[in-house]
């Protein structure tokens, strides 16, 4: 995907709430919430999720989507669950990493998506606050075929015009050396073929004990 095609879809991102779990206060709950809203009327097939984690050790995924023909209503689905985002809860380890979920990851088609609900876990208290930041949703864009081969069409032309003749030695060059030795070759065949080698010949005459012989 070309960096164009890589721009995020413009969207609004709601600030995180704290939930209420029980008797425990929203703040030390350990599950928080982040909305992710697209444009209204604009649905988008998404390619990945992208953010910076902020002490969050697991993300799970839910998108609002629509059906295909926009007549039916909009419907909550989960993507992904419990996406594990560091290596110990406790620990710091992945606790400020960027991250991306890719398309490929979600149970389901991201598809039609209206919004994006990230319901974000973090089981220990060794964190007072945690969250996701940098949020960027990339959009699905299907391949063009005309434009691959026209790209591969363009790097072709490329390499016609400044072939890499670096390292070669010069044309001219090893066009006189290759004419110079089939003209050598030529002299060594006219010399050979010239010369008459008799069986019985020996200066010149033949020698009658070795015609006897035969």
């Given amino acids: 995907m070309s960096a164009e095609d890589r721009k995020p879809a413009s969207c609004s991102i709601k600030p995180p709430v704290y939930l209420h779990i029980g008797d425990v206060d929203a703040a030390h709950s350990g599950v928080c919430v982040v909305d992710v809203c697209l444009p209204f009327g604009k649905p988008v097939d998404i390619q990945e999720i992208t953010f910076k984690n902020y002490y969050t050790a697991y993300v799970t995924v839910r998108l609002l989507r629509r059906g295909p023909g926009h007549e039916a209503p909009a419907k909550w689905c989960t993507a992904l669950r419990d996406l594990p985002l560091m290596d110990n809860p ?10 991306s ?4 990851q979600m149970r389901v088609e991201p598809d039609h998506v209206t919004s994006v609900r990230l319901i974000l876990r973090q089981p220990s208290s060794a964190w007072l606050t945690f969250s996701l930041e940098e949020i960027q949703i990339i959009p699905h864009v299907q391949p063009n075929p005309e434009k691959e081969v026209s790209d591969w069409l363009s790097d072709l032309t490329l390499v016609d015009q400044h ?3 670096e390292g070669l030695p010069d044309p001219q060059t090893v066009s006189s050396s290759l004419q110079q030795m089939w003209a050598l070759t030529e002299v060594m065949q006219s010399n050979q073929t010239s010369a008459s080698i008799g069986r019985y010949d020996v200066d010149g005459c033949y020698d009658i004990k070795l015609l006897s012989l035969t």
């Fill in 90 to 99: 406790h620990t710091e380890g992945g606790s400020q990493d960027y991250c």
């Fill in 101 to 104: 979920i890719h398309r490929a």
């Fill in 163 to 165: 072939p890499d003749l």
